[in-house]
């Protein structure tokens, strides 16, 4: 296993087109997270899965925003009538459900330009 | 709602030599965990040194520690002899140790530049 991965790494689209990008955790992984990060700032928190189910949405996470975890593997983060204030890194990020100090493990990211 | 502040946006240090980034964070809450994140240029972010916050105890990994003042709410992460390798983004993160809490809170980042 390489660590997560996610694809694509770079989208561009047009302003009100919907995107999806995906997310392969760890495989052993049952723990997933989406975030954001726009340039110059850090990360910030959209959303949670352990195995399938979805237990955390931030308020970010408008109704343009769909993630889903359907098997409890991978995960699709859906982004529907794009506007440029999407554009952004969207980094996933998986762990091992355990102790406090169970590390989160990052991918590279997908980094969305809204034109 | 738990805040994390970094107020260097760029730090520069020369190679061999020792840096420290400054972490302040906000919170009401006695238990939680504090983190240090390193991020490549174009590569994915990972985890340098975590701290529990009722452990006095401050971390070390090596050539990076920690300055943990939890009256002061401060985390501040020291980096000795510094290496070209060490150039990054460096985030620092809170998360609360409220059961079932997972999310992270990341502060602005600082920039960390090794002069050789």
């Known amino acids: 296993d390489t660590g997560v991965s996610q694809d694509p790494r770079h989208k561009i689209t047009k302003r009100g087109q919907n995107v999806t990008f995906r997310c392969d955790p760890i495989s052993e992984h049952n723990r997933l997270y989406w975030y954001r990060q726009t340039l110059g700032q850090g990360p910030e928190f959209l959303t949670y899965f352990q195995n399938e189910a979805q237990l955390e949405k931030s308020r970010l996470l408008s109704d343009r925003f769909s993630a889903e975890r359907p098997k409890g593997s991978f995960s699709t983060l859906e982004i529907q009538r794009t506007e440029q204030g999407d554009s952004a890194m969207y980094l996933c990020a998986s762990s091992l459900d355990g102790s406090w100090n169970t590390e989160a493990f990052f991918g590279q990211g997908t980094r969305l330009t809204v034109v | 709602a738990q805040t994390v502040t970094q107020s260097q946006p760029e730090m520069s240090v020369q190679e061999a030599e020792t840096v420290t980034l400054s972490c302040t964070y906000d919170t009401s809450e006695s238990d939680y965990y504090l983190f240090w994140y390193k991020q490549p240029p174009s590569r994915q972010m990972i985890l340098v040194i975590r701290q529990e916050a009722y452990k006095q105890q401050n971390a070390t990994e090596n050539r990076f520690s920690v300055n943990f003042q939890k009256a002061a709410k401060s985390f501040s992460l020291k980096i000795s002899d510094s290496q070209l390798g060490d150039a990054a983004m460096y985030f620092c993160?809170?998360?609360?140790?409220?059961?079932?809490?997972?999310?992270?809170?990341f502060g602005q980042g600082t920039r960390l530049t090794i002069n050789p």
């Open positions: 993160a809170y998360r609360s140790a409220i059961q079932g809490a997972q999310k992270l809170v």
